[in-house]
């Protein structure tokens, strides 16, 4: 049997398998993570900088030069972009058709110097310091008018789109509102509260689907999960926009992604996912009064036709179970 469940946050329906007939061993999961990293030239690695463009921001150790090796975590324009600050920004149309140029920004974060750590192996106070990064960027991109959203995820292993095995994220800043969240909007013009907010307070109540709860983070399945094992860290209180998370709170977002992504690499046989920080708009007047948190979605299997179709998306695993899985794992694993 399975629910066919309305997802409030993206305005669409998922498909979720509610009965236990399929196991994660059930699910055809090869090591998607490791068997990538084959050995050879990476522009990434610390000694390679020359192979990049200019870095934009780096922590690096003192008394070593830009651009050069010494470095901790170095923030690069992305090479094979299609948005650039250095493009003018215009719209036009054409009858029934409209374009805009690619006046944006798409940056690279280079996590580690070293090639074959991924960010779940990081020590808590490293993954820090690459959340920290993020942050800055952030606002600094927020100074640019022209920038109304900023966009940060991680894509990591073949099927969740990454090109390159060294461990990065990526930012892109746009200069348009994408509609992904437009839930968000809809219940609070209806209601006047917050989806996410009140999403938390039922989940808390009845936490079939409560992962993890920290002093300032609660870690969720969503009741209308897209994908299996799909993970949601959110702030407690009302938060618009990840740039503003308090720098006192960094080292406790930093254990809990540790413990997230740790719980389902151990889990999931090392598997592709992506993780996602949605966050509200910046340099709109009267934009969304959104709440910032992040996703993480392990690429189990493709999407195929029912998703591209109708947008309506298969999930296997019911986010139940899978909270349930994770709940029993994180205690097990090694701070």
């Not at 598997?271 to 189990?300: A, C, M, Q």
Request: net charge negative; hydrophobic share 35%.
């Amino acid at each position: 049997m399975a629910e066919i469940r309305k997802d409030l946050l993206r305005d669409t329906w998922v498909v979720i398998a509610t009965g236990r007939a399929v196991r994660p061993t059930d699910l055809p999961v090869p090591s998607q993570g490791r068997a990538e990293k084959v050995q050879g030239f990476c522009p990434f690695c610390e000694g390679n900088e020359g192979f990049t463009p200019p870095e934009i921001m780096v922590n690096r150790k003192p008394g070593t030069e830009e651009n050069a090796p010494g470095w901790t975590i170095r923030t690069i324009p992305n090479k094979y972009t299609a948005f650039s600050p250095q493009t003018e920004f215009a719209t036009e149309s054409n009858g029934i058709y409209s374009f805009m140029t690619g006046f944006g920004a798409h940056e690279v974060v280079i996590e580690t110097p070293e090639h074959d750590v991924e960010l779940h192996q990081q020590p808590a106070e490293k993954i820090s310091e690459v959340i920290e990064m993020l942050k800055r960027r952030h606002l600094d991109l927020s100074k640019n008018e022209k920038i109304k959203y900023i966009q940060t995820y991680k894509n990591k292993g073949l099927f969740a789109g990454a090109s390159l095995g060294h461990s990065h994220m990526q930012i892109v800043a746009l200069p348009y509102v994408p509609d992904e969240l437009k839930g968000l909007q809809t219940y609070a013009q209806a209601t006047g509260n917050c989806l996410i907010c009140d999403m938390l307070k039922q989940d808390t109540q009845d936490p079939a689907r409560l992962v993890l709860e920290s002093e300032n983070f609660i870690v969720i399945c969503p009741y209308a999960a897209r994908f299996a094992y799909e993970t949601w860290i959110v702030p407690k209180k009302h938060a618009r926009n990840f740039g503003d998370i308090p720098r006192e709170h960094i080292p406790e977002l930093a254990g809990i992604i540790k413990k997230v992504l740790a719980s389902m690499v151990d889990i999931l046989n090392d598997p592709s996912y992506n993780l996602v920080i949605n966050t509200s708009p910046v340099n709109v007047k009267n934009g969304p009064d959104t709440h910032w948190f992040i996703e993480v979605f392990p690429r189990l299997i493709v999407q195929a036709g029912l998703e591209i179709a109708t947008g309506y998306y298969m999930n296997l695993i019911s986010p139940e179970w899978a909270a349930e899985t994770l709940k029993e794992k994180i205690p097990q694993l090694p701070d």
